[in-house]
């Protein structure tokens, strides 16, 4: 009963076009370009203008599960046409702010200190309560923490021994409460502090330590626009694309700041996509870590991201042949190495690799006496003797990534990875003025983007069209 409803994909067809022609279009936007551009009229075939509600309803239900799907057609169409090599992905990222206030900030942190002064409250509690309930022959266990469902059940046998009803007190001024209520209201509000604390720190899950009342996806990270110029912290989301041949093949959406953790996630989706890893995953320094050295040996992939001392490897002379540097000092023939004094150091045992989440360990070494040692200053940072880590896995893999980026080849990647990656997001931010979201949430995040980046793609797939057009003629 009632109006049929508007063909899906003649929306489609007038949201991608408004999406390539604008770069971010508003849904009151594409109703308005509906009712007064030809060019839209003609795309919805002589139907009845949409109204921005319907624009809306189509996008959150028709497209929020689909985009992912459009996104891929639309690029395998673009790819085949254009013979884009996907063997070269470059790879950037960068901080959209979320749409959100600025000082509604939860930190996790803060939770778990303040949850555990509330357990310290509750143990206070207790211990004014068994002086009631001993009269009665019972006492309540203290703990250092406390679950809520046995706090509630603690309360409601608290109730029933000393024999009051909350429910029926008279509470405000001039009216005065009991020993047994007070302190019931005490617990009860002790409760409701650890309900609250317990939903942040569920909500910022193990990968966050902060998120945004007003989009609960969004976390708190530093920013390249500081409106208050104090390094304040904003909510914001990790935008991440992979770039062939100036075309957005892959992007992906992280709730966490560091870059390092969000390149395998986007190498899994490019695989996704086209069935198969990239021979050549070029990056900047915020991705070279030692676990995506090894998902790129283990997939196949050749090593052209940077690490984090890549500048200064390469620049600084003084530091790259530092002789008190652990990774210059030599081997001898005992497999140990030697500190510039001559003294050998010794093996003590394994260490975790600092920021590894996967377990991985490094050799630790000692050096066996560092007493009146002429280079103690320079070498020793501490009263002890000079102890060293070192992971020669990860100092072969970095001579490696050296002489792949340092090469001629290497070098072009490079260039390239700076104009085209970071290229397409300042086309994005600044020429089709996208600065910040628009959705609030993850999966509404995804949505936006997901159409701005085909709207992307399909701008310049028709440029370079049009270009070709023009050389023929």
């Not at 795309?43 to 799907?69: C, R, V």
């Not at 029933?160 to 909350?166: F, H």
């Not at 900047?284 to 090894?294: C, E, H, K, R, V």
Request: proline share 3%.
């Amino acid at each position: 009963m009632g109006r049929a409803r508007y063909d899906g994909m003649k929306l489609l067809k007038v949201i991608l076009f408004a999406f390539m022609e604008n770069g971010y279009a508003s849904t009151r936007q594409i109703e308005k370009l509906c009712k007064n551009d030809i060019r839209y009229m003609w795309l919805l075939g002589g139907d009845k203008a949409p109204s921005h509600m319907t624009i809306d309803n189509f996008m959150n239900y028709g497209l929020t599960a689909s985009i992912e799907e459009i996104f891929n057609e639309i690029n395998s169409y673009i790819f085949e046409e254009e013979k884009v090599d996907t063997n070269h992905v470059y790879i950037d990222g960068t901080k959209i702010e979320a749409n959100a206030n600025k000082y509604s900030w939860v930190w996790k942190k803060s939770c778990l200190k303040n949850r555990q002064k509330t357990f310290t409250k509750v143990t206070v509690i207790i211990s004014e309560m068994n002086k009631t309930l001993l009269t009665h022959g019972m006492k309540i266990e203290t703990r250092d923490e406390y679950a809520i469902e046995y706090l509630e059940e603690i309360a409601g046998e608290y109730v029933a021994v000393v024999g009051i009803e909350p429910s029926k007190v008279i509470r405000g001024r001039g009216h005065h409460k009991s020993c047994e209520i007070r302190l019931y209201d005490r617990l009860c509000e002790c409760i409701n502090k650890l309900k609250r604390y317990s939903k942040h720190i569920q909500i910022c899950g193990d990968e966050r330590n902060s998120y945004s009342k007003t989009d609960t996806d969004a976390t708190f990270m530093r920013m390249n626009k500081d409106y208050m110029k104090n390094d304040q912290l904003l909510p914001g989301y990790n935008v991440q694309i992979g770039v062939c041949d100036e075309y957005v093949a892959v992007f992906d959406v992280k709730r966490f700041a560091s870059d390092m953790d969000c390149f395998q996630p986007l190498m899994e989706r490019f695989y996704r996509a086209y069935s198969k890893y990239p021979e050549y995953p070029v990056a900047d320094a915020g991705y070279g870590s030692f676990n995506n050295y090894l998902f790129c040996e283990e997939h196949g992939m050749k090593k052209y991201m940077k690490f984090t001392m890549y500048e200064k490897e390469t620049k600084d002379k003084n530091f790259r042949e530092d002789p008190y540097r652990a990774v210059n000092f030599p081997i001898n023939e005992n497999g140990c190495p030697v500190c510039p004094n001559g003294k050998e150091l010794h093996y003590a045992g394994t260490v975790p690799v600092r920021g590894n989440k996967y377990g991985r360990t490094q050799e630790q070494y000692q050096c066996e006496d560092c007493t009146d040692c002429p280079h103690r200053a320079k070498c020793c940072k501490g009263d002890g003797n000079r102890t060293v880590n070192l992971n020669e896995e990860l100092t072969s893999i970095h001579k490696e990534v050296l002489e792949n980026l340092n090469c001629i080849h290497g070098a072009l990647l490079r260039m390239n990875r700076s104009i085209q990656a970071e290229g397409a997001f300042g086309s994005i931010k600044w020429n089709r003025a996208y600065s910040r979201a628009r959705r609030r949430g993850l999966k509404g995040l995804i949505l936006e983007l997901g159409l701005i980046f085909c709207g992307f793609n399909l701008h310049k797939y028709h440029l370079n069209k049009l270009k070709r057009e023009k050389t023929v003629a």
